[in-house]
């Protein structure tokens, strides 16, 4: 097989994504052998392999087509989208994967009494994400500076070289290490997997196809739990009206009692004691909660 008959994943070298990236993966069937470098991987079962790179070099290997695919955070992609000039095709967001969630958002010292983005008229914003504070400013018909800084934007104002910051929020204690606090939002990002529009039409076509039908089944039951349980036919309904979303429950006859059902349920979410404890109330009885591991529809 040719070398670009292969589909190549560009994803994290290391970082918050790059784990639970390769644990998806590994889900969906695919394991790798590292190369001596730790910069390639080879796929061992399918003809998938990994390029391992920084997070903000991943949209231009696809866009060059070094690349097929790409792990990646929405903010990094969108930033991409919007700096990468008219002359590199657009790239489209095939799946969102669930993991690496985040914020993008302005802050803003925490003494400052912030009432909206009109706040910002005339004040310096220092970030990393140039393109996408500049949209959401003209969005918001707001004349700001934009101070492009490649790390350590939370310390900007500080340093006195801007008056308030837009940078990545997770749990938000560096922001009040730093005297700062979440004043807007510009973008909820999730690790995304990433590719051209227009996706190939051979071998790698086909094996991306097969791809994202395995990363559909293996995301769809990730947080999903089996729900079986036993009630009579006069508190079917009963019992059905409180299960947790999903498909339609399968529904069978238990031998030798024709007024009793076993009753099987794909719950989208936890499970929690509480609505267990409801579900009985209602009529079920001998009930487990069993997780999913993969589904294929």
């Known amino acids: 097989m040719k070398a670009r008959d292969r589909l190549r994943i560009a994803m994290q070298k290391s970082g918050r994504l790059t784990e639970p990236a390769l644990e998806l993966l590994n889900r969906c069937g695919l394991s790798f052998r590292q190369s001596r470098d730790k910069l390639f991987c080879f796929g061992e079962g399918e003809p998938v392999d990994l390029l391992l790179v920084r997070d903000d070099d991943i949209p231009g290997l696809i866009a060059q087509g070094v690349c097929d695919l790409g792990i990646v955070g ?26 690496g969630r985040c914020r993008l958002s302005i802050a803003v010292p925490q003494e400052l009494d912030y009432h909206g983005p009109q706040q910002l008229e005339g004040q310096r914003i220092a970030t990393s994400y140039p393109g996408l ?6 969005t918001h018909g707001v004349a700001a500076g934009v101070v492009t800084l490649t790390g350590s934007v939370e310390i900007a104002p500080k340093l006195g070289t801007a008056d308030a910051i837009c940078d990545l929020v997770q749990s938000g204690g560096t922001l009040v290490a730093n005297q700062l606090r979440e004043a807007e939002v510009l973008l909820e990002s999730e690790a995304v997997l990433t590719g051209p529009l227009t996706l190939p039409v051979d071998e ?24 079986l349980l036993q009630t009579s036919r006069h508190t079917l309904e009963a019992v059905t009206r409180l299960l947790p979303g999903g498909p339609q429950p399968t529904l069978l006859q238990v031998a030798g009692q024709p007024d009793q059902l076993m009753l099987q349920a794909l719950c989208a979410g936890e499970v929690s004691w509480r609505q267990l404890e409801e579900i009985k109330k209602a009529g079920a009885r001998e009930m487990f909660v069993l997780p999913v591991e993969k589904m294929l529809a």
């Open 133 to 138: 504070l500049g949209e959401w400013l003209r």
């Open 204 to 227: 790698r076509g086909d094996m991306l196809e097969l791809l994202l039908k395995r990363l559909d089944g293996v995301i769809q039951v990730r947080e999903s739990r089996l729900l």
């Open 74 to 99: 929405r903010n990094v992609l969108n930033e991409f989208q919007l700096t990468a000039g008219r002359e590199i095709a657009p790239l489209a967001e095939l799946r969102p994967l669930g993991f």
